[in-house]
């Protein structure tokens, strides 16, 4: 009898490389369900990378978002009718409060909670969670791998080990389509845990990708849901109002306004096809928060 699983495609080119190679590789094994979940803030080449991997390989990718208030807690959407203007992050926030490195609660809510619920649903239990972290990620493994049956595709000597970042470059620059998006431009737009030099670099490139950010830290800079000052008070912390997203205490309006005046330079790791090309800058500046900027479920990015 086959195992159940879960296939987690965050619409990178990593755990896309990883979708493909599982539905080519594992069917004989493995029932898969292949699913993407929408946070609303996602770059439109995003939405369209997932679609267009679903059409040429031919697995049906389950789009979702998250539903906080609603007992099944996640929708089902498709490329048509995902969101494109924040709306799952919004319910998020006006539930959670704005996430930041203080309290990273963004991914859990618009991706862990819904994938899981979605999992359940479809498969109930047991069923296994495929991951799309590299070789060169190690340190973004689950500690609770085990427990969760959450499986590492492009690490675990079972699939495909060895896997790393210019292995996943070399792939796609072969293919006929790819993510046509910089590196540092995926995920959630203007992700809080990218590091303020691509932030500023994304700020004077795409302004307007900030919009959201601004908007909803001029709506919920002071709100605090009970259970997070509760949590605050338990760990004797306070918090500075009003809340923002970014590092350092900075806000979308100051990051901005600083994007005014700078010009990054980023390498576009995306296009790096040698090891040594993908090391990273020494820099502060340059140095994305937890789990790096990608946003895989289960991963140390909560
Ligand atoms: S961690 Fe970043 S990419 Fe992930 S949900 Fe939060 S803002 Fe979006």
């Given amino acids: ?26 069917t004989d094994d493995y029932e898969m369900l292949f699913v993407f979940a929408n946070t609303g803030e996602e770059r439109e080449e995003t939405l369209e990378f997932v679609q267009h991997c679903s059409d040429y390989f031919g697995f049906a990718v389950n789009w979702i978002e998250c539903e906080p208030g609603c007992k099944e807690k996640y929708r089902s959407v498709d490329f048509k009718t995902a969101s494109r203007h924040g709306e799952p ?22 991706k862990e ?35 969760k049956k959450l499986i590492y595709p492009l690490i675990s000597k079972t699939f495909l080990p060895g896997i790393m970042k210019p292995d996943v470059n070399l792939y796609w620059s072969k293919m006929p389509f790819r993510l046509n998006l ?48 509760a949590k605050l008070l338990q760990d004797g912390k306070s918090i500075p109002f009003p809340i923002t997203f970014f590092r350092n205490h900075l806000s979308a309006k100051e990051i901005l ?42 991963s140390d990015c909560r």
Wanted: proline share 5%.
């Fill in 1 to 26: 009898m086959k195992k159940k699983l879960i296939v987690s495609f965050s619409g990178g080119e990593t755990s896309a490389f990883m979708s493909q190679w599982l539905w080519q590789n594992r």
């Fill in 113 to 147: 909670v819904p994938i899981s619920a979605f999992s359940k649903n479809r498969f109930g239990k047991p069923y296994y969670t495929a991951i799309g972290i590299r070789s060169d990620e190690v340190d973004r493994i689950s500690p609770f791998a085990q427990k």
């Fill in 182 to 229: 910089k590196g540092y431009e995926g995920n959630c737009k203007w992700c809080w845990k990218k590091s303020k030099r691509k932030l500023l670099r994304i700020a004077k490139d795409t302004p307007f990708a900030f919009d959201f950010p601004q908007r909803m830290e001029e709506l919920y800079g002071n709100f605090i849901p009970d259970s997070r000052s």
């Fill in 257 to 298: 306004q600083m994007a005014q005046s700078a010009n990054p330079i980023i390498r576009d790791e995306s296009r790096a096809y040698t090891k040594q090309a993908t090391l990273s800058f020494d820099d502060t500046d340059d140095i994305d928060a937890v789990g790096g900027t990608s946003c895989e479920v289960f």
């Fill in 89 to 110: 992050f919004e319910k998020v926030i006006r539930k959670y409060g704005i996430p930041n490195i203080a309290l990273p609660h963004c991914s859990r809510e618009l």
